[in-house]
DNA sequence: CCTTGCCTTGACGCCGGCGACAAGGTTTAG
DNA sequence: CTAAACCTTGTCGCCGGCGTCAAGGCAAGG
């Protein structure tokens, strides 16, 4: 399988792939032609890496799941690197989900009074108990 | 006030300053040397714009609430555009809350299952269920 | 006079995950 | 023979809010 249906099949671009490449997630073998050549196991890994990502894992984080799938798992997730990582992102999100929230407080009640002060300085609109 | 005081009694940098003043968000006078000058007033509105950004503004979100201090206002938020942009962010963080909180319960799964199934394909430790 | 400590205008660096060229080689079909 | 459709490496751009020099001017004290 070359880079361009790897890329097709993974729901990603060639230029991703060569880029997890770089970074060393995956591992291509070359033919005659200097072209990558992919086997299956490398499509299972770059769905994995895919999935990661999009649920706000970096590059690093993905590294110890790849490994873990090379290692012969079903799955990425069982090896003790991988447990570390979901904790750490598990809590990471936790935090980020706390922040969040007081940042939603802070807007609504922002917004209710900015509401209910509209334009104070301007002249009282004529109905304002009617 | 020169720049200096000024980026020390609102908790910022004279770099962050100047961008602000590059993009239209302050306009400080200049002394016969050339330097910058602010009055008491670009304090106010300095510290709205860090308290914007804090929050998770950008730039662009904040000019509204700018121009509202500047109109006369006691408060940033009392204005029209001011509103809708606190409509609109709200409205970005309850997405961006519900994204979170899908991606913390699939984290939270996928770590319960990986704790299950430790290492599969290893030997069966001593203890199956037989 | 000289140093210290302000200030000025640039301009490059950073982070991350690529997109978007550029300039070229290879293989296949017509 | 040529065009099409793959592939290769390499490099710059992007987004945002600055940090961090660099090179120089101005004011005041010793």
Redo the contacts between chains.
């Keep these: 399988m070359l880079i361009g249906e790897l890329a097709e099949r993974a729901g990603t671009s060639t230029r991703a792939l060569r880029y997890y490449e770089a970074h060393g997630l995956v591992r291509p073998e070359r033919s005659a032609n200097g072209y990558r050549v992919y086997d299956e196991a490398e499509l299972r890994v770059v769905r994995e890496i895919r999935a990661l990502l999009d ?2 894992f970096g590059l690093d984080d993905v590294r110890p799941f790849v490994a873990c799938l090379r ?5 990425g ?3 003790p690197d ?2 570390t990582v ?2 750490r ?2 809590a990471e ?2 935090a ?2 706390d922040r ?2 007081a ?2 407080r ?3 009640t ?2 209710t ?3 209910a ?5 301007c002249p009282r609109k004529r109905h304002s108990a009617h």
């Design positions: 649920v706000g290692a012969g798992n079903a799955s997730d069982v090896c991988s447990v979901l904790r992102k598990l999100v936790d980020y989900l969040l929230g940042v939603r802070q807007l609504h922002q917004l009074h900015a509401i002060h509209r334009e104070e300085p």
